[in-house]
């Protein structure tokens, strides 16, 4: 199973809108072989992210903002390299 399709069962097991930090650490919980992956390693160590639970979000972020099934109502927008605005990812089938 994909990050896109964890997601996907995550939302939708949810039955409310979560915030891409809730949707990390469900990932985290439920699907443990989509984090710390060998990419996300990598990130980390080549210094594009912080830690390992910055590299997972980031792929959360490209996964929904590039997946037509998911939709954000006020979609994310970079703040800074290390910070961005809390919002709220929805799902519709």
Same mark, same amino acid.
């Given at each position: 199973?994909?990050?896109?399709?964890? %997601?996907?069962n995550?939302?939708?097991?949810?039955?409310?809108?979560?915030?891409?930090?809730? %949707?990390?650490?469900?990932?985290?919980?439920?699907?443990?072989?989509?984090?710390?992956?060998?990419?996300?390693?990598?990130?980390?160590?080549?210094? &594009?992210?912080?830690?390992?639970?910055?590299?997972?979000?980031?792929?959360?972020?490209?996964?929904v903002?590039?997946?037509? *099934?998911?939709?954000?109502?006020? #979609?994310? *927008?970079?703040?800074?390299?290390? #910070?961005?605005?809390m919002?709220?990812?929805? #799902? &519709?089938?």
């Open positions: 199973m994909g990050l896109s399709e964890a %997601i996907v995550v939302l939708a097991n949810a039955g409310r809108p979560l915030t891409p930090q809730e %949707i990390r650490e469900l990932v985290k919980s439920q699907y443990p072989e989509l984090y710390g992956t060998d990419s996300h390693t990598r990130n980390v160590e080549k210094g &594009y992210y912080h830690d390992l639970d910055h590299a997972l979000l980031a792929q959360i972020y490209t996964v903002g590039s997946d037509k *099934k998911m939709v954000s109502v006020h #979609f994310w *927008k970079m703040v800074s390299v290390h #910070f961005w605005k919002v709220s990812v929805h #799902f &519709y089938t």
